[in-house]
């Protein structure tokens, strides 16, 4: 079968792959792009391991085909840390414990990151509900949660400090 | 000391970065195949004829395999040899991997898959445990039976009794990651595998039978899982054989990952449970005898059947003194997945079935549950909890000739530290309070109940397969005072590693960063237990710091030769050797060290003590001690719909001189989490037809973030382990799973609210069992 050409944008950088037509953009991501860190943990968009972003959207990247990329921007786990600086976010979830496996961690920052983009302020409740669709097995979430909150606290004064 | 600190996960920057690898993550070399297996399509029945035609013309097919292509051992079981790997003339569930199709990509080869031709024979399918007991189909060779005293006396002399049966779900393992396995065939016929397993020594020995080498030809490592909770104790051992054998046979690297759905098909769960029993009790609820008859469906092929079913009588007690205890336990083969390892390991289903008992009792008397359970508790001991109230009088013998304190398999119970944990509970979660303000809710509200349940945990520690009780650790200290630690352990996410490495850094006085963590390799440390029975860092602590003391003896001693003191007045601490008036940084003592011709690598070594246990007779001492927990949780249902949801929990929680609280209480939350989920709305759902319809997450529902309790209290109990234990530590990672227990006592006593009939609520509590059960007590049926 021939393989379909695309360009488009990962974490900021231009990129060129070549993929098959049915081949989702989770699978060009970990065996083309080598950016492993969104997981397969369904296939079938109930668990929230393979979240990406694209364009800025929350999407489960095991249900978009890599050709549905072209043109658009994809932002994955991998691109939230600057360089060896960690993002709040991240720096929160280590402080918290908010992990064990690690598996979902990936997929619960991106979903948990475009939350704070959108509602910089959100209560527990909408937190609660936004990252239903991820599912952790190890942690219980709370510790999820309070990481979340306190990310959200800490941009908050950085940017009433900034303006 | 980094001991008892809360320190990250070792791997924490790795997974928040995205860039911690787990076996599917690993860079494979070019060429590397993929592996699926064609799975039967029914439950029971010989094959007649099996093409593979179709299936070997799909492009990227390189290769079928079936039973007769092994060239050694086809059997991937972990106990009594009879679990073929791939089937051998007859299936036995729906979901046996038949034939294993080998082909360029993960796609082609799943996809080709499911294009095998075959004819079957369909023979009758044994898919309930009624109808394994109506044909008497099990493993061994009757029922296995515990007892003390005489129960059915003492329940026929008893004032009151309670009868009843209680049906108890199975549960899926939901690991997020699920079973992977890739094979690097080397030179010479050797065989390299990376496998998400908990049980690398059992790997290596599975794949060394089906290629026919020896052990020490075959290498598996594991860096971590994504999760594990007991699914990769033995069920890893299909793809890691297949993957070897396809390896060999081509001499290409071969990989093989299960989806989600062939893996919820094809691997074993937490065994489903029928429990009935009998009790027979004074006025106060005081317990004089019970009886249970626990029914145990294992599925196909034994697996760790029997070690779960024993565990399960094992927690029939509880936290409870029986003076009179019958348990009688049915292993039952079905036609169904092979039923395997959960966190708990029978445990929660033998301890929900005395918890299920307490409950029945005080409904029927009318009295506070938490009353009743008080009462039953056994005696605390001396030298128990270190800030725990000394308890009343152990309650009087029965018969006069037991002992006062001893479990119904002959333990002592020396280490009782629930009359402390459960006061100090009822008061931090305000108990009585909120019980009588629930009260008033339920008597002002038709529609909306709540319930309020109290449930204490006492959980066995130790491998009841007493030889399991051991464990290796591998530790090198570098010319520049770097450590590399190994030991026999596997992470799961669990923190293993990290508390294992605080140990290390502890012995040798140093920072933790100091100490390298690497992966579970059966070339460095061989023939390891699984990493299960919660006995992780209890096992592989205690090997790691004789290691480290090991090293720590050999500096010592140099150092003291050369400065003509005692060993006893070298230091490790701070980072730095002192000797006398002399003070070495640890890197400097390491190098020294090593001028002085010093070995710095040494290998430790542990076994559990004092355990001796005989599982036929039923009767010694399988547990080193045991682990405590209790927990309040408070729900609301809605009596129209059954939905139902927890509104607030609190937990205290024994983890002896925790190695590192933060990753303690992890351990705690998630398990209670797991555990709630077990009773509430994980429901596995079988077929007429013996086919699993629930084999996905949109239709298994694990709690998801929006179920977190909105109140979640959890603390450690400030206690001890009376055992010397890493650093009086406990183990942590199975008991607070039955935490989860309380969350079904509370639906249960909200259902209550409706009516006077006992609620016989069964599990999973989903929705649809709620609705049924309030209006069953409405109807007062």
Partial sequence: MSKIHVTTSVNGDAVEFLCDPRETLLDVLRDRLGLTGAKEGCGTGDCGACTITLDGRVVCSCLVLGAEAEGREVGTIEGIANGEELHPLQRKFIEHAALQCGICTPGILVATKALLEKNPDPTETEVRYWLAGNLCRCTGYDKIIRAVMDTAAELRSESKELS | MSV??????????????????????????????????????????????????????????????????????????????????????????????????????????????????????????????????????????????????????????????????????????????????????????????????????????????????????????????????????????????????????????CKMRYDRDDDMIITGKRHDFRIEYRAGFDDEGRIAGVEFVQYARCGWAQDLSLPVADRAMLHSDNAYLLGHARIESHRLKTNTVSNTAYRGFGGPQGMIGIERVVDHIAHKLGLDPVDVRQRNYYAEMDGGGLSAPRPAAPPESLSGKMKNNTTPYGQEVEDFELHGITEALLRSSDYERRKAAIAEWNAENEVIKKGIAFAPVKFGISFTLTFLNQAGALVHVYQDGSVHMNHGGTEMGQGLFQKVAQVAASRFGIPVEMVKITATDTGKVPNTSATAASSGSDLNGMAVKAACDTIRERIAEFLAKRHQLEVGKVRFADGNVVVGSKVYSFAEAAAEAYMGRVSLSATGFYKTPKVEWDRIKGVGRPFFYFAYGASVTEVAIDTLTGENRILRCDILHDAGESLNPALDIGQVEGAYVQGAGWLTTEELVWDDAGRLRTHAPSTYKIPACSDRPDVFNVALWDGSNREETIYRSKAVGEPPFMLGISAFLALSDAVSACGDAYPALNAPATAEQVWTAVRRVRNGV
Wanted: charged share 20%; aromatic share 4%.
């Fill in chain 2, 4 to 253: 008892s600190k809360s320190l990250a996960h070792d791997a924490a920057r790795l997974h928040v970065t995205g860039t911690a690898r787990y076996v599917d993550d690993i860079p494979v070399p070019q060429g590397c195949l993929h592996v699926a297996f064609g799975m039967s399509e029914i439950a029971h029945g010989t094959i007649v004829a099996m093409n593979l035609e179709e299936v070997k013309s799909v492009p990227g097919v390189v290769m079928v395999l079936t039973a007769d292509d092994m060239p050694f051992a086809n059997d991937v079981s972990p106990s009594a040899h009879d679990e073929p790997l791939l089937a051998t003339g007859t299936v036995h569930y729906v979901g046996q991997p038949m034939f294993a199709v080998v082909a360029t990509s993960h796609l082609a080869a799943r996809k080709a898959a499911r294009l095998g031709a075959v004819r079957y024979d369909e023979l009758t399918a044994i898919l309930t445990i009624d109808e394994a007991m109506a044909a008497d189909s099990r493993f061994e060779e009757g029922p296995r039976v515990y007892q003390k005293g005489d129960a059915a006396a003492a329940i026929g002399k008893a004032s009151h009794r309670v009868v009843g049966t209680f049906e108890i779900g199975a549960q899926e393992h939901f690991y997020l990651e699920g079973q992977a396995a890739l094979a690097l065939p080397q030179e010479g016929g050797d065989m390299v595998v990376h496998s998400s397993t908990q049980h690398p020594s059992e790997i290596q020995h599975k794949v060394a039978e089906a290629l026919g080498v020896p052990m020490h030809a075959v290498r598996v490592e594991i860096r971590r899982m994504g999760g594990g909770f007991g699914g990769k104790e033995s069920q890893g051992n299909a793809l890691a054989v297949i993957c070897a054998v396809a390896a060999q046979a081509t001499q290409l690297p």
